[in-house]
């Protein structure tokens, strides 16, 4: 299948062809805004915690950045403070099971229950299901842990600061130490603000100078209990469902001012502990769940115009917030610039040195791995393409390298309830390992490892053989309701895929002896899906591809295109890590990759499926990606695709697609050398391929950011200009050749 070995690869991949000033590549896509935009904020993060803030550092302004189920809000992003641990779910009025809402669906082996949904979803909301199914589908939720914002002090009342109470702002998220900068005038105080991420703990860091400290400046955090709303992850009408207590101070002596509070958080089942602490600073409780920090003094006492301060978050490790258990460890110890300050645990500190810790970190993270460069060429697309590389791998870094596979808007906001996609997994993470950053990939790689057994029953109970992954999920791994997701296929190769990717990036034996489980039961479902026919092997029916355009006739769909190719290769690639581990080889797998029918052909182009009504030209055009987002199979003609191709860039639905379309194209375009249409197709000027200021790709009013469409995008880079498998000799094969491409550090595609 491979005609170099991967050793060879990976050493000519990495080969730097240009050296980089990745300080000057990284800094001049620095964000900065002078006014609000309700679409653009920016968060810092590290990939199990990120904390969004307003123009003012912090979430002052909530009201500002609405969002909202379709026609309910004006567009914005909620300002969210969450984290990988934090779940919670509603108590149930009883138990609640998926068994009310199995079908027996008819397939060539007979009948085989599919998890199915009584009710529909249309337009992000769900009509007519059970109570059950609407609870399955909202629980657990992802949480949102805290509102940190300013507020005034004014003859002993707190007062709410409105966009109004600013003037002469100015914010710059500094992407080379991961800072946020902001400033602005206040009651005609001048106010600057420093915000961080610590890059090892969930761990915020705030400092804040201004002669308003004195004067009535405060900084308030309130806590909302969970919600089961489609997009927001706080509830604050329900003040009596859940507790906040403030404990301390506690003061260590070798340290006088020092001090810290810990406000221990219960709802329901979940809890958590937030730890706030500083120097010459006071924490009050200023109602159920509202607490206030200031200056232990007027103005504090070694310095009255400073409030250094820093806030932790830890779960309890019981109850439907999840402990962190050792992937953070691991990763803390492997990640560059990450060591020795890791775990979990939040000590005493300052604002200050969190800010200090974000600084000697993110440079680590900027001259590790790849990097792109595209400054030096004229073509104005250039430079807005750079910028979105740039911008892209921050906003994946601090989202979607945790130790759970991310939701579709990371840790900024909730999508699904904050459930994650595993269909979406690749998106999100593939990247990590073609950037030649795969220790961002195996934390949630290997969370497929803790859902092997749920997996494992959910394809027995079918009939098939191996594991059969779930689509929309929490951290258990359990199904959620759907008339779509339990249908989709396309993510059962996907571990395969990624786990490959990993191995392309450090070719081990301990890579293959980690993930050897979880690519070959993945395999093994994989084989047993396919079923025997006069034709050839066949998929389905039932089944809905990754076109979901086709949910309503899932009893009768068969053959995509796109899944016949992943097929084929993810059968192939397990089979090789047989070979690479020295097992014997599993006949089923090359019998069925061998025997696999040919994907339909209508009017000279691939069809997305194999029987009527062949193709509907809306939602993700999926057979592109059976020759793009994978290398070449015997079941794709490079012809035929190119065809393909064409036909789909000459009329689309376009407002029905997603943002990681427009990097399928580019990939496909890409290896069928047309380097033009890559590029065009990555900026191609549609509603869903828009990057805001700070570099999301917004989608829609309810969508309002989609990291799929960022992994997306940072996967087709990496492919265009460090090739792949057998691919074009010349320097950067995807971009054209009139550009200047320096890049160095990147993985060659298979």
Known sequence: MHSQSISDRSESATTPAVAIDRKALVRRHNVRQDHLDPQSPVSVGNGEFAFTVD??????????????????????????????????????????????????????????????????????????????????????HRLDLARIGFRWMDDGSERTLTAADFSGTGQTLDLWTGVVTSRFTLAGHPVSVTTACHPDRDELGVRVESSALAKGLTVGVSFPYGSEAWHDAADWNRENAHSSFLEGP????????????????????????????????????????????????????????????????????????????????????????????GGTAVGLSTGSSVITASEAYWPRFWTSGGAIELAATDDPRAKELERRIVLSQYLTAINCSGSLPPQETGLVCNSWRGRFHLEMHWWHAAHFALWNRSELLLPSLRWYSTVLESSRRTAKAQGFDGVRWPKQVGPDGRESPSPIGTFLIWQQPHPIHLSELAYRANPSRDVLEEFAEIVFESAAFMASFAHPTAR?????????????????????????????????????????????????????????????????????????????????????????????????????????????????????????TWGWDYPVMAMTAARLEDPETAVDSLLLAAGKNVALPNGHNRQTDSLPLYLPGNGGLLAAAALMAAGWDNGPGRHAPGFPADWTVAWEGLVAAP
């Open 55 to 140: 123009l003012t550092g912090l979430q002052s302004l909530p009201d500002a950045y609405p969002v909202g189920a379709r026609g309910d809000l004006p567009p914005g992003t909620l300002l969210g403070t969450q984290a990988q641990w934090g779940w919670h779910a509603s108590p149930p009025p009883h138990p609640y099971g998926l068994a009310g809402s199995t079908v027996l669906y008819d397939s060539p082996r007979g009948p085989v229950p599919y998890v199915d949904m009584a009710g529909d979803i249309v337009n992000d909301r769900e009509t007519d299901t059970s109570r059950a199914e609407t609870w399955l589908r909202a629980n657990p």
């Open 536 to 656: 050839g092997f066949e998929l389905g029916p039932p089944l809905v591809p990754a076109q979901e355009s086709y949910g309503s006739m899932r009893a009768t769909v068969t053959n995509p295109t796109f899944e016949l190719a992943y097929w084929q290769w993810g059968l192939r690639v397990a089979s090789e890590w047989r070979e690479r581990l020295g097992l014997e080889p599993v006949g089923a797998w090359t019998e069925v990759a061998d025997g696999l029918v040919s994907p339909r052909i209508v009017n000279g182009v691939y069809a997305a499926i194999d029987v009527e009504p062949f193709t509907i030209r809306t939602d993700h055009p999926s057979m592109l990606c059976a020759l793009g987002v994978l290398p070449q199979t015997d079941l794709i003609d490079k012809d035929i695709m190119r065809a393909t191709l064409a036909d789909v860039l000459a009329g689309w639905d376009w407002g029905s």
């Open 250 to 341: 506690d003061a260590p002596a070798a340290d006088p001012g020092a001090a810290s509070w810990t406000v221990r958080r219960q709802l329901d089942n979940a809890r958590y502990h937030v730890v706030i602490s500083g120097r010459d600073v006071s924490v009050q409780q200023t109602g159920p769940h509202g607490f206030r920090i200031v200056p232990e003094a007027p103005g504090g006492r070694d310095n009255p115009d400073v409030l250094d301060l820093s806030i932790g978050f830890i779960s309890a490790g019981d109850g439907d917030c999840i402990p962190r258990g050792n992937n953070r460890l691991t990763r803390a110890a492997s990640t560059p610039g990450r060591g020795a300050a």
